[in-house]
């Protein structure tokens, strides 16, 4: 029997990423979801320069709107918001990595030559419940039955693989609070970011303990937010004389829901996983990463993830941040948008918010948190407490 | 949190006397119980087990901030327990002092009140760890 050759190189579909639109992150009591999706999606078409015509398919990333607000169907209501009816709309749901499955999705439409032009968007309007609605919520992305059940929440599902990693390989507390310090000196840049004050290791320190050893500096917030991308097919930007960035590789793993049915607590085996075959299919290494938005939900996930994504090797990822490595100067910049921690996390945008971070930072349009020279760049969306990984790799586009 | 009477009720047997599963063909312990082997897929053969009621502290956690049904008991200790037959599973510890609570530490089952009632009066049991050294 004879094999199917997969066609590797100049013919294959190249995804370009030519439009992005975010609204600002934070406690936005005056703007609905339907605000916010309109908002992002209005602002990411505008950007590329394209018309709604254009776009022939959505894909949406959300975790929790029935929970946070009592609605469903999201995909539908995305398309007739915009005025988009009747092309299709799916939505994607993968806890906190909802965005970055939904990111995947539009780049494997075009790459299978399904559509020449797609919109990706992601959504979470988290404050119109209490914050221990918003908990019980977003503890969805645990396992309900053996972890939530117990008492687990999901600070505390980190906590233990905080614990884990302290006392295998000596990271400590201080460490953890360096990553905090590090993102909210980085969102002083990011005009959308949900915080603008710069915090020291001391109020992190003394912030109290939600889950020992996380403390509440260490948490990234309850946020509100949209981000939309318009995604093209080289062949139609060519045409269409469009600029813009190009998505080499978008990659995905699955791992157990609950943290007591994995290998190992003091590493993330999806984004092992993900990372690695994203590194193989781009042709690039971890070394060659210019700049990453890494998925710092709790300020130890940053630490482990450096380490898994291979950054650094394990075990040193806490004495990386405690170095500088990680910071707008170091040798590889981390979370320039301020990350979860300190530009906000509405759990379904973060995925596109990372893309679009990573896709401004390869333009050259970051200002005050602008990295030299970015010509590559990797963005890391986690789902739970590690359960789902999306790892995508960036690069400069040539026509 | 919501725990409707027919879930508690399916439960009874893993959370009241803590029955798993084995795969018989490559010897895997399994806590909660699992219909197919991930290691084995349709090759294993899953047999109901009953879990040793035994085992250590592999990491911990102190619960600060508590959800609903839980308010009243923090600050609780979580630990991930790995059972003599080295399946794991997530619970509390209590009956114990701080300082007690340790990675490696020895533990034993107790049967518990999990939470306080749900809106429906139903009430939650199941296993809880106490330190046994």
Redesign the interface.
């Given at each position: 029997m004879e094999k199917t050759k997969i066609v590797v190189g100049e013919k294959m579909t190249k995804v370009v990423v030519v439009g992005t639109g975010i609204t600002k992150f934070g406690e936005l009591w005056e703007k609905s979801f339907r605000d916010l999706i309109t908002e992002a999606g209005i602002r990411a078409i505008e950007d590329s320069g394209l018309s709604g015509k254009d776009i022939e398919a959505i894909y949406g990333g959300c975790m929790a709107s029935g929970r946070f607000i009592g609605q469903e169907h999201i995909g539908a209501l995305i398309a007739d918001q915009l005025g988009l009816n009747p092309i299709p709309s799916t939505r994607c749901e993968a806890a906190c990595a909802s965005g970055g499955v939904a990111l995947r999705q539009g780049f494997l439409a075009i790459k299978s030559g399904a559509y020449d032009c797609v919109a990706v968007g992601g959504v979470e309007k988290m404050t119109e419940v209490s914050t221990?609605e918003a908990?019980?919520a977003l503890?969805g992305a645990g396992d309900q039955?053996?972890?939530?059940?117990?008492?687990?929440?999901f600070?505390?599902l980190y906590?233990?693989?905080?614990?884990?990693h302290m006392?295998e390989f000596g990271t400590t507390e201080e460490q953890m609070a360096m990553v905090a310090v590090k993102n909210h000196a980085n969102a002083m840049h990011n005009p959308n970011a949900q915080f603008h004050r710069e915090i020291t290791v001391e109020q992190v320190m003394n912030s109290?303990?939600?889950?020992?050893?996380?403390k509440l500096l260490d948490c990234s917030p309850i946020t509100d937010g949209a981000a939309a991308v318009i995604l093209c097919s080289g062949k139609k930007a060519r045409e269409l004389g469009l600029k813009g960035v190009e998505i080499a590789a978008s990659e995905q793993a699955s791992d157990a829901l609950?943290?007591?049915?994995r290998k190992s607590?003091t590493e993330l085996n999806s984004t092992k996983v993900a990372s690695s075959k994203a590194y193989k299919k781009a042709g690039v290494r971890p070394k060659d990463i210019d700049v990453a938005e890494v998925h710092d939900c709790f300020t130890i996930n940053e630490i482990i993830s450096i380490e898994d994504l291979g950054f650094f090797k394990k075990g040193e990822g806490g004495k990386a941040v405690e170095e500088g490595k990680t910071s707008l100067t170091g040798s590889i910049p981390i979370n320039t948008s301020g990350g979860l921690k300190a530009a906000g996390h509405p759990v379904g945008a973060t995925g596109i918010k990372q893309a679009i971070e990573i896709v401004e930072q390869i333009e050259g349009k970051c200002n005050g948190r602008q990295v030299k020279n970015a010509k590559l760049g990797l963005a890391h969306n986690v789902g739970g407490s590690g359960a789902t990984a999306v790892v995508s790799i960036f690069r400069r586009w040539g026509k | 949190?919501k725990?409707p009477m027919p879930?508690n009720w399916r439960?009874y047997a893993e959370r009241y006397n803590l029955y798993g599963t084995r795969c018989e063909t490559c010897g895997t312990a399994f806590?909660?119980g699992r219909k197919i082997c991930p290691n084995c897929r349709r090759k294993g053969k899953m047999v109901e087990e009953k879990m040793p009621e035994q085992g250590k502290i592999?990491?911990?956690?102190?619960?600060?901030?508590?959800?609903?049904?839980?308010k009243h008991?923090t600050?609780?200790f979580?630990?991930?327990i790995e059972l003599d037959n080295r399946a794991?599973?997530?619970?509390?510890i209590v009956d114990t002092e701080p300082e007690q609570v340790k990675?490696g530490t020895r533990v034993k089952r107790a049967f518990r009140k999990?939470?306080e009632p749900d809106k429906k009066g139903v009430i939650?049991y199941?296993y809880k760890f106490r330190i046994t050294e």
């Open positions: 221990e908990g019980f503890g039955e053996i972890e939530l059940f117990h008492g687990a929440t600070p505390s906590a233990l693989l905080a614990r884990a006392n109290g303990y939600v889950a020992e050893p996380i609950a943290l007591t049915d607590l | 949190m725990h879930l439960k806590f909660p592999v990491s911990f956690t102190r619960v600060h901030t508590g959800p609903s049904g839980f008991e600050p609780y979580l630990a991930i794991r599973l997530l619970a509390q990675i999990i939470m939650s199941g």
